[in-house]
């Protein structure tokens, strides 16, 4: 139902019309917001980012195809990506600090929240903790191999092959 | 290598997705995506499984400043985030089905572009791809022993109130240098600045500016970054 409306606005969205995208801004800025604040950590950039990503998402609307996801997951990608850059950049300017460590909070052992579609939450709960640290430390927090394994104190071939056996747990699992 | 082995694209496109592919890598990536379908394709079915995980977070309402800036930067009036009419849908398909079309063109034509400029362009010693969010290529540097070449991509969506603005960023941790304004459309010459023989440089960051440029010598809004390729 959530994908179908936010298809609706998207698809209006396509054809300039400004209401459907308030609208469509109004139904998914606090979980792109979440995502973007968890990776920058500083306010600032955690909103210019959203910025930047709504921006993209108003110009590229008509781009959109359900081969590409829900319009959610799209949305998400669009404004990580953008994270993602923002975080290298100012990393390479030594503005960044390198991880906060609020990281732990992640690691829920109750398993993950219930908006999680299930057959993900199954297959991440079937990993080794490790590989489901290292997985969750690099896609929520924005962190390079080098960066997963000065938090968890492992060296770095450790950590990358934790993550690339993770994703391969993922990808059987989820039968990608 | 081949990038197009099944358990191969699917690491690569899981890493890139997770955002662990970094630097070269992840441009070389971008620039596959460009050329073959199968490799996008791998890239979004990853996108639309991983990026569920986001869910987990708890959802933080932004503060109604940045709908504003949003909104300003789109050039809308009199759009409130909150308080909205309801959508009256219309039937739109054919145009929707005809965007799309034009879209997947414009990638195929952009995939020609670029191989054409890989094959083709083999003298200048270094050379850097701004790329957008999505992989598409918005602006091709070229830098020779003394002038900066900059061509703008049909992909850029240039913007009426706004100049962006190339900057140089060293690894020696000063403020970054101006290296001038990039073109909208076509293609521009900028004159190579003398600290390019002088410092060793970590990236090129292009940011949003008012018209004219930044108003205090520093980037604005950092829009992307890219790295220097030597050739």
């Known amino acids: 139902m959530e994908h179908e409306e936010h298809l609706k606005l998207l698809q209006a969205t396509a054809e300039s019309n400004q209401e459907a995208f308030a609208q469509l801004y109004e139904a998914t800025s606090a979980q792109m917001y979440a995502v973007s604040l968890k990776m920058l950590k500083r306010k600032e950039w955690a909103e210019e980012a959203v910025q930047e990503a709504y921006v993209k998402i108003w110009h590229n609307a008509s781009e959109y195809q359900t081969g590409k996801g829900t319009v959610l997951t799209w949305m998400v990608s669009i404004v990580r990506y953008r994270a993602l850059d923002m975080l290298r950049y100012h990393k390479v300017r030594g503005e960044s600090e390198l991880f906060e460590g609020d990281g732990d909070s992640l690691f829920n052992p109750d398993g993950l929240a219930e908006q999680v579609p299930e057959k993900l939450a199954e297959c991440i709960d079937e990993l080794d903790s490790e590989q489901r640290q290292a997985i969750h430390l690099a896609y929520f927090n924005g962190l390079s191999h080098g960066e997963v394994g000065l938090h968890l104190q492992s060296p770095l071939g450790t950590i990358k092959s934790w993550i690339r056996r993770g994703l391969q747990s993922l990808q059987r699992c989820l039968s990608i | ?231």
């Open chain 2, 1 to 231: 290598m081949n990038y197009l082995l099944e358990a191969r694209r699917n690491a690569l496109a899981a890493e890139y997705v997770l955002g662990t592919l970094q630097g070269g890598a992840r441009r070389r990536y971008q620039q596959l995506m460009m050329q073959y379908s199968l490799i996008r394709e791998t890239t979004w079915m990853w996108e639309q499984q991983i990026n569920d995980l986001s869910r987990q977070l708890d959802p933080v309402t932004p503060e109604e400043v940045v709908w504003q800036k949003i909104s300003q930067r789109l050039g809308f009036v009199d759009v409130p985030a909150g308080n909205i009419v309801p959508l009256v849908q219309k039937k739109k398909s054919a145009v929707w089905q005809w965007a799309t079309g034009l879209a997947t063109a414009a990638a195929l034509i952009l995939a020609v572009v670029l191989i054409r400029v890989q094959t083709v362009e083999v003298t200048p010693p270094q050379v850097a791809v701004v790329q957008g969010e999505k992989a598409q290529a918005l602006w091709l540097i070229e830098i020779d022993d003394e002038i900066i070449r900059v061509k703008a991509s049909d992909n850029l969506q240039p913007q009426l109130n706004n100049d962006y603005e190339l900057w140089m960023v060293a690894k020696d941790g000063r403020a970054p240098v101006s290296l001038g304004l990039l073109p909208k459309s076509g293609q521009l010459e900028l004159a190579k600045h003398a600290l390019f023989e002088q410092v060793e440089i970590v990236a090129l960051a292009v940011s949003l500016e008012p018209l004219g440029g930044s108003p205090n010598g520093l980037p604005t809004t950092v829009l992307y970054t890219t790295e220097l390729m030597t050739l």
